[in-house]
């Protein structure tokens, strides 16, 4: 803290700012925060387990201590590596190199799918939005490799792109291309990525559920797109043929089809030989990791260095054989009674949040008893998976460190074609146990904390209850809200896109969303750049809610426990829950990634998640002695829930 500033005028800097100052972005990242310094600490116990894992082999070792431990030695044996150079990639370059029509681009493009290549558009098999029981296919916009489309078509991002130009010729010049063939071969890859981008919708309209549902039976997809060969991609990436497909966004296919049609077959190899490459570069050698680094890491996000090879293998294996990573990790560093703590908290909230609904002012009776009853089949998941996901029949091996990220990558894939049109696994995981994140699932109505979020700052069993409250308690009514933010709340009590709202009420609820958006859009992030509040709604909506909801709860708390109500460090039980709050959010960046995030992050910058809900809560101003005087002279400036 900095007590020096004032609470009222500069509450990040008053909660948080001898942290900021103290704590510069490293070189080897491109931000440096609460989150981060979690998730190091929680890598350094990961690092533990690989090395202890490396060390063991034989068959009588438990399968997934010896997966992991074979996947990271193969990771570290850069030695291999290098007398390796590009050879891994023989196989489907000469796949590509033998493409004579679109239909066989399609089937080789089912190919890299599969085993962790992107190129044109994405495909994945989550609940059905509108049938949460079942799995469907999706087919979502894709085919980009800088991050947004803005970065392909805004004026400020052209420096951006004349590097990525330079980065793709010298990529494509490392695996052999002629120096001139390699520049032509550069522009082929820009020209069509900067027509996908040209034809894919913002980040702000893919926010929109319902304009990105829909579905096309599987026999009308020729009709729909002749010019692109669906039934064939459908046939090369197994499973069983769907009876439909939801499509996200058709005019992209269209626009596809047309651009398909257009160019020569040529520069589609190219397109594809530039995807399988830069899908790779990080699993080959020294020269094409490096490329890969200077480019996406210090040009696009400024960072310096490189995070050291252990942790980038980490990160691998945590993104590939997550669950049985993490089946060591909760086993060895996540004790019972932290996840007794966090149902016990979870169960306190979700009664005040129940209450929040019952009671509030503005929704009419209708359309209160169906988020009520919503609200009755919410779940929350904590700590980790009952079930742990089987990795067995993914063959690891120590020197194959590119084999071993295919092979695990085609496992995940075809996991999830092989379930398209079967019944939801309510107690499935979108991430792993070691993860320090949470998050809304709103098929399933339910919310997901990670073991590994479950540590300081925001939780810690031994700190006070408001300590707690303003951290992890805030963060769970924070996603408790994601149910019934502007995208959230279009899912019923089933978890199916539906509009149950009365006209009446869906008006109210828009304009108090409207009134977020302004209040997040007015200060100025960057000269000439400001936080996006139609991108951010949905999160912004979610730390409104999440701070109010919480500090009830400690409320309630601290009346049925009146011995609680004691100062700490001069700062009452209120004080210490904001400032809780704050520090949860602190945070640095480098200058071109917080450049990136306002283009692409739907979370607003940290200061504005600290600050901005606080600034518009009354109790907040209560706290640190200025009694109803909340901006504009208004108790609360905006409240939803």
């Known amino acids: 803290?900095?007590?020096?500033?004032?609470?009222?005028?500069?509450?990040?800097?008053?909660?948080?700012?001898?942290?900021?100052?103290?704590?510069?972005?490293?070189?080897?990242?491109?931000?440096?925060?609460?989150?981060?310094?979690?998730?190091?600490?929680?890598?350094?116990?990961?690092?533990?387990?690989?090395?202890?894992?490396?060390s063991v082999s034989g068959a009588s070792i438990p399968g997934p201590l010896r997966q992991v431990g074979d996947f990271y030695a193969s990771a570290m044996e850069t030695d291999r590596l290098e007398t390796l150079q590009f050879t891994p990639l023989d196989a489907e370059r000469a796949a590509i190199d033998r493409v004579e029509s679109p239909v066989e681009l399609f089937r080789v493009l089912a190919q890299l799918h599969a085993t962790g290549t992107s190129g044109l558009f994405h495909a994945f098999a989550p609940a059905d939005e509108k049938d949460s029981g079942h799995y469907a296919l999706y087919l979502y916009q894709g085919g980009l490799s800088l991050p947004t489309r803005e970065y392909y078509l805004d004026e400020k991002f052209a420096a951006i792109r004349e590097s990525y130009r330079d980065h793709l010729a010298r990529m494509f010049g490392l695996?052999?291309?002629?120096?001139?063939?390699?520049?032509?071969?550069?522009?082929?890859?820009?020209?069509?990525?900067?027509?996908?981008?040209?034809?894919?919708?913002?980040?702000?309209?893919?926010?929109?559920?319902?304009?990105?549902?829909?579905?096309?039976?599987?026999?009308?997809?020729?009709?729909?797109?002749?010019?692109?060969?669906?039934?064939?991609?459908?046939?090369?990436?197994?499973?069983?043929?769907?009876?439909?497909?939801?499509?996200?966004?058709?005019?992209?296919?269209?626009?596809?089809?047309?651009?398909?049609?257009?160019?020569?077959?040529?520069?589609?190899?190219?397109?594809l030989r530039w995807h399988l490459l830069h899908a790779c570069a990080l699993y080959l050698h020294d020269r094409a990791e490096a490329e890969d680094f200077d480019f996406f890491h210090r040009k696009l996000l400024g960072q310096q260095t490189p995070e050291p090879r252990w942790r980038r293998a980490a990160l691998v294996i945590d993104q590939l054989l997550g669950e049985a990573l993490g089946r060591i990790y909760v086993e060895e560093h996540f004790p019972p009674a932290a996840r007794a703590k966090m149902d016990e908290m979870v169960r306190f909230i979700s009664a005040t949040f129940r209450d929040r609904l019952s009671r509030l002012g503005w929704m009419s009776d209708e359309t209160r008893h169906q988020a009520l009853a919503k609200f009755d089949r919410f779940r929350a998941l904590i700590g980790h998976p009952d079930r742990f996901r089987d990795y067995t029949s993914v063959r690891v091996e120590r020197g194959d460190f590119l084999g071993n990220v295919r092979r695990a990558a085609a496992f995940e894939f075809h996991r999830q074609n092989a379930r398209i049109g079967g019944p939801v696994d309510r107690n499935e995981?979108?991430?792993?146990?070691?993860?320090?994140?949470?998050?809304?699932?709103?098929?399933?109505?339910?919310?997901?904390?990670?073991?590994?979020?479950?540590q300081p700052p925001f939780f810690d069993p031994s700190l006070d209850d408001a300590v707690n409250y303003g951290g992890i308690g805030a963060v769970i009514c924070h996603e408790i809200t994601h149910?019934?933010?502007?995208q959230g709340r279009r899912s019923d009590a089933d978890g199916n896109l539906r509009d149950w709202w009365t006209e009446k009420d869906a008006a109210e609820f828009g304009a108090r969303a409207k009134e977020i958006v302004r209040l997040y859009e007015i200060g100025e992030v960057l000269p000439g750049l400001h936080v996006n509040g139609e991108l951010t709604l949905g999160e912004n909506i979610a730390d409104f809610g999440g701070v109010s909801i919480a500090f009830e709860a400690l409320r309630r708390d601290l009346s049925e426990h009146p011995e609680k109500r004691r100062e700490i460090d001069g700062l009452t039980p209120e004080q210490r829950f904001f400032v809780s709050w704050a520090q949860v959010w602190r945070c640095n960046y480098t200058e071109a990634e917080l450049r990136r995030r306002l283009v692409l992050d739907p979370h607003a910058p940290a200061r504005y998640r600290a600050v901005t809900p606080l600034m518009n809560f009354g109790p907040f101003h209560e706290a640190f002695g200025s009694p109803g005087a909340g901006p504009s002279g208004r108790t609360e400036l905006v409240r939803i829930w």
């Not at 149910?483 to 502007?486: F, H, P």
């Open 483 to 486: 149910g019934y933010d502007d």
């Open 429 to 454: 995981w979108e991430m792993t146990p070691q993860t320090v994140n949470a998050y809304y699932e709103p098929t399933q109505n339910q919310i997901v904390f990670p073991a590994g979020i479950l």
């Open 175 to 271: 695996w052999g291309v002629p120096a001139e063939r390699a520049k032509a071969d550069a522009a082929t890859v820009l020209a069509i990525e900067t027509e996908l981008a040209t034809a894919s919708r913002s980040r702000t309209e893919l926010r929109d559920r319902i304009k990105n549902y829909n579905r096309v039976g599987t026999p009308d997809l020729a009709p729909s797109w002749p010019g692109l060969p669906l039934a064939e991609y459908l046939a090369g990436i197994g499973g069983p043929v769907p009876s439909y497909l939801v499509v996200g966004q058709p005019e992209f296919l269209s626009s596809l089809e047309r651009m398909l049609k257009a160019r020569p077959l040529s520069d589609w190899k190219v397109y």
């Open 1 to 54: 803290m900095d007590r020096s500033a004032s609470p009222l005028q500069d509450f990040y800097t008053y909660a948080a700012g001898n942290w900021l100052r103290s704590n510069p972005v490293p070189s080897d990242k491109s931000r440096w925060g609460a989150f981060n310094e979690l998730q190091e600490r929680t890598f350094e116990v990961l690092h533990e387990i690989l090395e202890r894992a490396r």
